[in-house]
């Protein structure tokens, strides 16, 4: 039930980028921003609740235009495509939507879902049934039988975890429509895929195919996404009408001016990369890629801020839902990311979590930003996140998140759950074991 909530005293951040506004109130009813400003100015009822703001930041919440909510912070693809049922898939997702919730997320878009279960997930938080985020999402990806990255994994055809193979434009057309069919938001294809034994992602779809996605996708008016982690895929993707571009690594001057020039939206996705250059030797994650992750933040980066100063939206997606990016903890790394390499200013970054994420939820109307008779999700951070764009991560400092016009609570133990028989996949060993390793 939506409450009503005074909020005296914050420092506003609107998210459109507009500079902050101090000592400023923010009046919430009935689901929605009710007023913003002096207080005196509101006819509050005496019953509702008041928060004091005083030395803190008040914002919409963040909304995570990249996020798998049903892979259960996944450590491998093995695990990933063989290892997990669709019913204790969507009964795992329902606790991990309250951490991402509870980390300030209040909404956010899933690509694409492990059996296909995002919009029914999507259906039963917008009904009630369970709590969550407002979700945008995709059914499963696309996927032509070279596999995306998950390679030899991926079956010749049919349809395995959260992806759909398709081998003609035929196929294409005919899945897009099914998955609009099923409920998708957003049709997701894996433009570029890794062969084993050749080096990066080649684009694994002929311009034909994404195309014929696209076409049949926009006829039913559902936009496109892409995973595009070479050069080449970048432009063909942009010029042939996908929407929003994730990744866009090695984008070079061509993919570039395709981009600006087909006004497409580019969602990075630093964060997992980041995570594994930074952190990866902590948890034992493949050695020896951390520079090779550096490089491609730096060389992409490079280019996105180019992209930035012509003008396309960047959007800020976490890849939560991985091993490296748990939910609930990495949700707005990307905004850091985006003041240190892409030399953004705290008030733009958080813009590509707020404005510019609604436009991923396509709710840039309702949602977003903090303007009266807007919905009402909205974070309080303790101190000004203005100077100091790491305190977004760090929950100590969330004192607040109000999520349709009422107060998440935030009390109690983090979720988390015990072993699942047959969940997670188990390693005979972590070495070869030698006759000489042995008796060494
Ligand atoms: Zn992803």
């Given amino acids: 039930m939506p409450e009503e909530i005074l909020i005296t005293n914050g420092m506003l951040v609107d998210g459109n980028g507009t500079a902050p506004v ?33 030395g803190k930041t008040v914002m919409p919440g963040l909304i995570d235009s990249h996020l798998h909510s049903t892979f259960d912070d996944v450590q491998s693809n093995d695990e990933l495509f063989f290892h997990r049922d669709s019913v204790m898939s969507a ?43 407002r979700m945008k999402t995709g059914v499963q990806a696309l996927l032509t039988a070279v596999g995306g990255t998950a390679g030899h994994l991926i079956p ?32 997701k294809l894996h ?31 559902v936009p496109v996404m892409a995973h595009c982690r ?35 939206a580019i969602c990075p996705t630093f964060t997992f990369l980041a995570n594994l250059a930074d952190f990866g030797s902590k948890v034992g994650a493949s050695p020896g890629m951390e520079d090779i992750f550096r490089g491609e933040i730096e060389q992409t980066a490079k280019m996105i801020r180019k992209a930035y100063d012509a003008g396309i939206r960047l959007v800020s997606g976490s890849e939560s839902g991985f091993a ?19 030399g953004l200013s705290e ?33 309080i951070i303790d101190g ?28 109690g133990p983090w979720p988390e759950h015990g072993s699942i028989p047959g969940w997670k996949v188990g390693n005979w060993a972590a070495e070869i074991l030698t006759w000489g390793k042995a008796y060494e």
């Fill in 324 to 342: 490296l990016t748990p939910y609930g903890h990495w949700h707005a790394r990307e905004l850091e990311i985006f003041v240190e390499v892409l």
């Fill in 91 to 133: 009964l795992v997702t329902t606790q991990n939507l309250v951490k991402i919730l509870r980390s300030g997320v209040t909404g956010f878009v899933d690509p694409d879902t492990a059996h296909g279960i995002g919009p029914a997930i999507r259906n039963a938080i917008e009904a009630g049934v369970i709590q969550g985020p």
């Fill in 22 to 54: 101090s000592e400023t109130s923010l009046w919430v009813r009935d689901g929605e921003i009710a007023g913003i400003g002096n207080k005196d100015n509101f006819k509050v009822s005496p019953d509702a609740v008041v928060i004091d703001a005083t």
């Fill in 156 to 187: 010749d055809k049919g349809t395995v975890g959260y992806a759909q193979i398709v081998n003609s434009v035929d196929e294409v057309i005919m899945w897009t429509r099914r998955h609009i069919k099923y409920g998708a938001d957003w049709i």
């Fill in 191 to 221: 433009a570029t895929g890794s062969l084993s034994g050749r080096p990066g992602e080649l684009m694994v779809w002929s311009r034909e195919e994404v195309r014929a996605a696209c076409n049949a996708a926009k006829d039913l008016g």
């Fill in 384 to 411: 000004d996140v203005t100077s100091d764009i790491t305190m977004l991560n760090d929950k100590s400092r969330l004192t607040e998140v109000i999520s349709r016009g009422s107060r998440v609570d935030l009390s």
């Fill in 347 to 379: 008030v733009e970054a958080i813009t590509t979590a707020t404005k510019n994420g609604a436009w991923t939820m396509r709710m840039e109307d309702h949602l977003g930003t903090l303007e009266e008779g807007k919905l009402a999700d909205v974070i």
């Fill in 230 to 264: 070479n050069p080449e895929s970048v432009k063909i993707c942009a010029e042939e009408g996908v929407s929003l571009i994730l990744h866009a690594s090695f984008m070079d001057d061509e993919g570039l001016e395709a981009v600006v020039e087909n006004d497409v």
